[in-house]
């Protein structure tokens, strides 16, 4: 088993806009980055309850807004926080090196 984490090169942190959020694929994967207050978080861009794409909808604070239900998640963690959604979004480890922005998808 192996303890190596393996880092993905995902986007350069000043095409980020600040306090907002941009999709992006990631190996085949629907990424969402937000970059609040400097720092950056990510999860799959779709959400759990209506499949619309995150990076459509409204961020304020570290909660993103669905486009379609207004349903909201934590972007910290993915965690499910108003109805309708129930079901958490996957999140990814984020790391900044060299002004890039590296994701492990592990």
């Given at each position: 088993m192996s303890t190596t984490t393996d880092w993905l090169d995902a986007a350069a942190v000043d095409e980020l806009p600040e306090d907002?959020?941009?999709?992006?694929?990631?190996?085949?994967?629907?990424?969402?980055?937000?970059?609040?207050?400097?720092?950056?978080?990510?999860?799959?861009?779709?959400?759990?309850?209506?499949?619309?794409?995150?990076?459509?909808?409204?961020?304020?604070?570290?909660?993103?807004?669905?486009?379609?239900?207004?349903?909201?998640?934590?972007?910290?963690?993915?965690?499910a926080t108003c109805a309708p959604v129930t079901e958490d979004l996957r999140s990814y480890p984020v790391k900044i090196e060299g002004g890039r922005v590296y994701l492990s998808l592990a």
């Open positions: 907002d959020v941009m999709g992006l694929e990631v190996q085949g994967l629907d990424i969402a980055l937000y970059n609040i207050g400097g720092e950056v978080f990510a999860t799959s861009n779709t959400c759990t309850h209506g499949q619309a794409r995150l990076c459509d909808g409204f961020l304020e604070g570290h909660e993103i807004e669905c486009p379609l239900h207004q349903g909201k998640f934590d972007v910290r963690s993915g965690k």
